[in-house]
């Protein structure tokens, strides 16, 4: 399959940051599913939050997921990577796309970054709905809070479906949750992600490495938590000449603690649309000095990455959406995305969504990938 490629060599953003469009999602209106989808389609990435809750204190909610929540998964998350030993980590080593990836394991652009990315991950598999039991060997920090990891996988579909259920607003579908059926069923995925901190005798080079490479999600569209102090994301903007840093928090936000979640827009949901909703390339740097090396910011990033995909067996012909249906004749043959495996629109009417994911790993993973097999 053909892989997409940035139009020109991107520049760094050179200390150029961009502020997403930030909405509260609270309240489910036409008027804010326009607004979302418009903000989709020209950048692809945008932020969500809450408003107040005069019921519960005052805090913050409208997606079901709140500060206290959040911190305990990060807690979790951080206690696996930097107190897990080397025997259980390799004891829940990938396999099927579930466990954990090592340093230099996984490339997400492995055209420019031959030695992998400086990263650690762990995906977890959404519980079986039937029987509350994960799909996959997990470790010992997850197992004693199993219950925390079960209730935050069921807020951020619930989280999910509020927002596809938006889209499908701003497409003017006339079946509100016509997107939410076609991701009934199909296993959410958790991505839990720390980049360790570099010392000062790190022989990274910024010029042949990266903690994540350019890329673009695989899926529907991915929710990104991220912490405080810990920037790095980095999105090529829409005339494909720059990369801008997504701030941790938008500008006079009302938390300094607790940032909003990220959303952006996967490959499927691009194809899904006619190129309409943007799958918007991005990627993960060493912030420059003195981010990096500064004893009062944590030079360590983790952030958890929920993955919205449709179930395997659906077919990416167009939806039904006025919007979509008159971009039809100006979407032929180009690829979405960017990244080993992406197809293009003529490939990708063939494939399923399950099969375009498995293009996508096996580009990523390369042999690891087939000697799980």
Known sequence: MPSATIPHEAKSSSGETIDLPLFDISHETPKLGKELV???????????????????????????LNEDIVDRVFDISRTFFMEASAYEKDHCKIKDNRGFVGMHIESLDPSKHQRGDFKQAFNLAEPDPTTGQWRQPIPSAFQTNDQTLQDFHARCRSTATRVLRLIALGLEMEDVDWLVRFHDGAPQASRFLHYPMLPRDSDYNPEVDIRAGAHSDYGSMTLLFTRPGQPGLEILSPDGETWASVPVFPEDYHSRTFPPIVVNIGDILSYWTNGLLKSTVHRVIVPPPPLSHDTDVPGDRFSIAIFVEPADDIVLVPMPSRLVEERTTGFKGEAVGYGGGVADRETLSTLTAGQYLKSRLAATYGSLLSSQK
Do not use: M
């Open 38 to 64: 418009e903000a989709a389609a020209k950048w692809g990435f945008l932020w969500i939050a809450g408003s107040p809750d005069p019921d519960n204190g005052g805090d913050r909610s409208g997606y079901d």
